[in-house]
C-alpha cells in the first residue's frame, strides 16, 4: 500500500468520525424550551440583563430596545459604554430616557492585566441586582420571550451556566464563508450531551454573545476576573464553572437569538484572528496541529481528487471524493439545524483554507510587536493592553 493511499484512509476515517458527531447532534443539540406553556410566574426572579458596549453605533440601539422590551417584566436591562468614540453613548442617552428600566453606566479605564471586554463584564456584574445574570453583546437582537425561556431552561435542567448558538445574520461573502467554521467545532468535534453530562472540564464549551448565569455559580468562580486577561473569556469561564463542580450547556437558541458578528471579510479576519491562538492558551504546537488537521482534512481533498484523476488512481480519487462528501454532509446537517443556507455544503474548503490563514494571522499578531488587536486595543500573550 503506498503511503498516499495509506494518508487518504486515515484522513477518511477521521472525516467519517466527524460525520458521525454530526448525525448524532442533529437530533441530540440541546434546544431552548417553547415560551407555549411557560406562562408568567406570579413572583418573577430579577434578571439582569447586561452589555458591554464599545463603538457599537451600527447595532446597539436594535440589541438594546429587544432587551427592553421582554415580556418577563421584572428585568434591568444595564448598558456599559466602554469609552465609545463613536455614537454609542448618545444613542444610550436617548433610549435611557425611554426605558426606565435600562441603566446605562461608563466604564472605568481599563487595569492593567485585564482585557476589555472582561473588565467590561465585571463592572456590569458589580451592578447587577438580579439573581440571574445574562450577559449578551451589543451585536445581539433579542426575541421578547428570551428570557422566560432561558429562565425555564435552567430551572428545569438544574444549571449554573448555558449559553446559546445564535442565529448567524448573514451578509458578505466572507461571513457565508468563515462564520459557520465555529458551528463545525460546535457541532462535529462534541456530542453536546457531554457538555451537560460530563464533569470533564475538557468537555466544555461556549459562546460569549450569549451566556446565562446563577448569580450564586458567578460569584462562586470569582465572575469574570478569573478569566481577566484571555481573549477567549467564554471558554475559559465555561470551564472555571465545570470545574467548581456545576452543570454548564450550550443550548441551539436560533430562534430566540440572532447575531450580526461582522458585515465585511475584514472584519471577519481581524475578528477570529483575535481569538485563534488565544483559545488554545497560546499552545504553539496545538495550534499548529489543529490548522494542519484543518488543512488536510477540509482542503486538500479537492487537489487529492484532481490528482488521482490525472494519474488514474481510483482508490485515491475515490478516498478524496468520499472526505469531500463527507464535508459537504457535515455543513448540510449545519444548515439544517441552524438554519442556515443549504449551499454552505459547498464552501467548507473554502472555509478550512480561510480558518487556517486566519489561524496563521492570529499567531502572527501574538508575536508582533502590537499583540492581538481588537476596537483599538492590543493585548500580548499574557493579556497586557496596549493602547
Not at 496563521?360 to 500580548?380: E, P, Q
Request: net charge positive; with cysteine.
Amino acid at each position: 500500500m503506498s503511503y498516499l493511499l495509506a494518508y487518504n484512509l486515515v484522513i477518511a476515517a477521521i472525516t467519517i468520525a466527524l460525520a458521525l458527531v454530526s448525525i448524532y447532534n442533529l437530533r441530540r443539540f440541546a434546544r431552548m424550551p417553547s415560551s407555549k406553556g411557560l406562562g408568567v410566574a406570579p413572583n418573577e426572579t430579577l434578571v439582569s440583563i447586561l452589555v458591554p458596549a464599545r463603538n457599537e453605533e451600527r447595532c446597539i440601539e436594535a440589541c438594546v430596545r429587544s432587551l427592553c422590551e421582554q415580556d418577563h417584566k421584572n428585568t434591568e436591562v444595564i448598558v456599559l459604554n466602554d469609552a465609545s468614540t463613536d455614537a454609542t453613548g448618545e444613542i444610550l442617552t436617548r433610549l435611557a430616557e425611554e426605558f426606565p428600566h435600562l441603566r446605562v453606566i461608563e466604564g472605568a479605564p481599563l487595569p492593567n492585566g485585564w482585557v476589555g471586554k472582561s473588565w467590561a463584564c465585571q463592572q456590569l456584574s458589580i451592578q447587577a441586582r438580579g439573581e440571574t445574570l445574562i450577559f449578551t453583546d451589543a451585536d445581539t437582537t433579542h426575541r421578547p420571550d428570551m428570557v422566560r425561556r432561558a429562565r425555564a431552561y435552567m430551572t428545569q435542567n438544574n444549571i449554573a451556566l448555558f449559553s446559546l448558538v445564535p442565529y448567524q445574520v448573514l451578509g458578505s461573502i466572507g461571513e457565508h464563508i468563515v462564520i459557520p467554521m465555529v458551528h463545525v467545532l460546535y457541532f462535529a468535534y462534541l456530542p453536546n450531551d457531554l457538555i451537560l453530562q460530563n464533569k470533564r472540564v475538557s468537555l466544555s464549551a461556549a459562546n460569549g454573545q450569549f451566556m446565562c448565569f446563577t448569580r450564586d455559580a458567578y460569584e462562586k468562580v470569582g465572575g469574570h476576573e478569573s478569566v481577566r486577561s484571555t481573549l477567549v473569556e467564554d471558554v475559559f469561564l465555561a470551564k472555571e464553572v465545570k470545574r467548581a463542580g456545576l452543570r454548564i450547556a450550550l443550548v441551539d437558541g436560533t430562534d430566540a437569538v440572532e447575531c450580526r458578528m461582522y458585515t465585511n471579510a475584514r472584519e471577519v479576519t481581524e475578528g477570529f484572528s483575535k481569538n485563534f491562538f488565544p483559545a488554545t492558551n497560546y499552545n504553539l504546537p496545538l495550534t499548529v496541529l489543529f490548522l494542519v488537521h484543518v488543512l488536510t482534512t477540509y482542503v486538500l481533498p479537492l487537489p487529492m481528487a484532481v490528482y488521482g484523476f490525472v494519474i488514474g488512481d481510483d482508490r485515491i480519487m475515490g478516498l478524496a471524493l468520499l472526505q469531500l462528501g463527507l464535508g459537504a454532509l457535515i455543513r448540510l446537517l449545519i444548515s439544517k439545524r441552524f438554519s442556515m443556507p443549504w449551499w454552505h455544503m459547498f464552501l467548507q474548503p473554502l472555509t478550512g483554507l480561510w480558518s487556517t490563514i486566519i489561524g496563521v494571522n492570529s499567531i502572527r499578531w501574538a508575536y508582533s510587536r502590537t499583540g492581538s488587536r481588537w476596537k483599538g486595543r492590543s493585548y500580548d500573550t499574557k493579556g497586557q493592553s496596549h493602547a
